[in-house]
């Protein structure tokens, strides 16, 4: 076996505590799914595992050593993510009544959504080039196969938690959009959500 089991079964519950930390992924999720409902709020969960499961390929791959060699690579990622963000809360301030039948955010928008806001969340990065290494074992062979369970046990977690969390304002959020004043409410929360992940980004340091 790639990993020794007793290590894996070390690197779940950790992995399941870290995806319970309340961060800038789950708040996304959040936002979304106060915006656009349950439906939308799980794909964009899963586009969120879809991108760590891209940060977990790259670091693999070595992309931690291009980020020490090339630090400005860090700062272009980085804003990427904040106008990203900005201009989700811009679109969250739109937001208008619902119609009983009208439709949600679409899966496939929501996806890429989540998946965009994680990969330009360079924190994602240094948190898998700090975390995963300390469970992969060069003497047990190739380096990316581990890095790659090791993110799946991460993304699975990952999907259902911030899921779940999306779900349940989801719910609230489509009964309560139908009037007026409550998706003007909304909207502004789902801004000030965008907005402070958005300034949260901005004001990272690599350290």
């Known amino acids: 076996m790639i990993i020794d089991p007793l290590v894996l079964l070390a690197f779940i519950p950790a992995g399941l505590a870290l995806n319970l930390t309340p961060g800038a992924d789950m708040m996304f999720c959040l936002g979304l799914g106060l915006r656009s409902g349950p439906r939308a709020?799980?794909?964009?969960?899963?586009?969120?595992?879809?991108?760590?499961?891209?940060?977990?390929?790259?670091?693999?791959?070595?992309?931690?050593?291009?980020?020490?060699a090339l630090p400005w690579i860090f700062d272009v990622i980085r804003w990427v993510g904040v106008a990203y963000l900005l201009w989700l809360a811009v679109g969250a301030l739109r937001t208008r009544a619902l119609r009983p039948d009208a439709p949600a955010l679409g899966a496939a928008r929501a996806f890429r959504a989540g998946m965009l806001v994680n990969l330009t969340n360079p924190k994602v990065i240094l948190f898998v080039l700090a975390f995963v290494p300390q469970f992969v074992d060069p003497s047990r062979g190739a380096i990316l196969p581990q890095f790659l369970i090791f993110g799946l046990v991460l993304a699975i977690g990952g999907f259902f938690i911030n899921g779940a969390v999306g779900v349940f304002a989801g719910s609230l959020g489509r009964r309560m959009a139908t009037s007026a004043r409550f998706s003007r409410g909304l909207g502004a929360i789902s801004a000030v959500i965008f907005t402070a992940l958005a300034a949260r980004l901005a004001l990272l340091e690599r350290s």
Request: hydrophobic fraction near 65%; proline fraction near 0%.
């Open 41 to 68: 709020a799980m794909a964009a969960s899963a586009g969120i595992s879809a991108g760590g499961m891209v940060h977990i390929t790259l670091a693999g791959l070595g992309l931690g050593a291009m980020v020490a």
